[in-house]
Each structure stands twice: as C-alpha cells, then as structure tokens.
C-alpha cells in the first residue's frame, strides 16, 4: 500500500487545485497502480503540529510520509512517483 497525504487548510485555492490534481492522476495511472494508494486528507487547522511544519507550504502532498511536493502538483511527477 502507498500512503499519499494531501495537507491542507479550509478555504484555499491551491489545495483545491491539489486534490484535482491528486484525483486525475489517480484515474489516469494503471489500475494495479491507483488500487494500491490511500488517500489521506489532513488540515493544519486540526493538529498543531502540522501546522507548524507545513503552514507555509501548504498544499504538501507527501508519498509514504516523505515529501513529494509542495504549493503545486504536478500530474506527471506524481504519476511517476506512484509507478
């Protein structure tokens, strides 16, 4: 199983264009691919730590708990790191 986190906070753009992006991507990678990750979706708002570590750069999509990227996602580079 691959964990892929999107952290977010209430009301923001970019992290709205994030799981957009999140989302094609998963439908665009093969089957066997998409099937194996788990989405998780957490908000600064909610967890003190998390804010202090990510307030800056939200959205942070991080793969298996390691940073994948921050601000923007992009498809391909995301569709490479699931495959």
Known sequence: MTALTLITKP???LCDVAREVIDQTLATVPDAVAERVEVTELSIVD???LYDAWW???PVVLIDGALHAHW???S???AAALT
Request: with cysteine.
């Open 72 to 74: 923007r996602v992009s």
């Open 47 to 49: 967890d003190e730590e």
């Open 11 to 13: 009301d923001c753009h």
């Open 56 to 58: 800056e750069k939200i």
């Open 76 to 78: 391909d580079r995301l």
